[in-house]
């Protein structure tokens, strides 16, 4: 490529390379100039005349290839916003979902104490403990995975942002959780079938397959989990979890026969059955 490429022929090129494999061509382009560039989208806007160098240019070609062949632009990019955070991510664990952000606003909502107690189930990049961090600085939060990976990079994370009231460790579930109550247990655990057909499709194609699946039809972790959680909950304690949306009534079912109460769940921002919520009697 010529050491003339400027910004709105790189940009056209990217786009045009994208079309037939993303849902998003102009954003993805966008995303993988500004990352090549260290600028913001405001400036691919403001100097689109501007000349690129020769090496920019090949890695930004670089990067679109691998988003052709459908490497996920977090991937790419080493990042992913979650909440008001900018997280590292990788392919140790999954890439943190806007609908995910629904935990952190039940969270807040339901555990009105400034000061409490959290476990946070299957951290992976640390995203949900690293957000209830932000919001409350006064809880102590503990986040375990049972993948070191994953705990290696919620612990940069948590380093990176300088959250003292996380503390991030290995545990399978609660195999390795000190004999303590918590005021809110909190998880976003693998729930998909082995044999659901979206595991062949988009960014699921990229992510470890222990974060995503799980056995009797997507339930054996969130079985596991509900079962456990109630020698670990603090009395009028919650149980927060995300679920698939075809999975509300039999996760209530579950809660109800573990012994909680107050059992719910609620919608995501696309109206689907995302995450169910029970409390300690």
Sequence with gaps: MAADSNIATLLGQGVSALRQ?????????????CHVLDQDRAFIYTWPDRSVATAQTGQFHGLIAQRKRGVPIAHILGYREFWTLKLEVNDS?????PETELLVELALERVEAS??????????????ALALASERPDWQILAVDMVPEAVALAERNRRRLGFGNVRVAISDWFAAVPQATFDLIIANPPYVAADDPHLRQGDLRFEPASALVAEHAGFSALEKIIAESVDFLAPAGYLLLEH?????????????????????THRDHQGLDRASIARMP
């Design 115 to 128: 000061v409490a107690s959290v476990l946070d189930l299957g951290t992976g990049t640390g995203a949900i």
């Design 93 to 97: 664990t999954l890439i943190p979902r």
């Design 244 to 264: 698939g949306f075809q999975q509300a009534g039999e996760v209530r079912r579950a809660l109800g026969a573990a012994g909680l109460a107050a059992v719910a």
């Design 21 to 33: 494999t993303s849902d998003s061509p102009r954003l993805d382009a966008e995303l993988i100039l």
